[in-house]
């Protein structure tokens, strides 16, 4: 059974940082996507970041490009997202996802293509 596990979450200044951390317990899809998704009250499901086994560039929104990362530590199991001067309108709830579909490569800031999410952790921007 797949298990995701995030922390790192918390509230911070508009222009800090904040780094997630996502713990993977069970998945072996390792040819497939992980990645970061968020929600704000109201607001549709976004895909944030991405990254794909094989190499290859990761996947950012449009919105997150040159101020967030995505990595990954294949030894321990984790993926990470470094937010860096973040913005008020990125307050949301930020989930992690795991894929074990072909269509995560295709589609990778598709949430549809993501079978395993995490619980989630809340990131709070304040201005």
């Known amino acids: 059974q797949v298990q995701l596990v995030e922390s790192g979450g918390g509230s911070v200044q508009a222009g800090g940082s904040l780094r997630l951390s996502c713990a993977a317990f069970g998945y072996t899809y390792s040819s497939h996507c992980m990645g970061w998704f968020r929600q704000a009250p109201g607001k549709e499901r976004e895909g944030v970041a991405t990254?794909?086994?094989?190499?290859?560039?990761?996947y950012y929104s449009d919105s997150v490009k040159g101020r967030f990362t995505i990595s990954q530590d294949n030894a321990k199991d984790t993926l990470y997202l470094q937010m860096n001067n973040l913005k008020p309108e990125a307050t949301a709830m930020y989930y992690c996802v795991a894929s074990s579909l072909s269509l995560s490569r295709r589609r990778p800031l598709d949430s549809a293509a993501y079978n395993y999410w995490g619980q989630g952790t809340q990131v709070t921007v304040s201005s």
């Open positions: 990254i794909c086994s094989g190499g290859g560039s990761p």
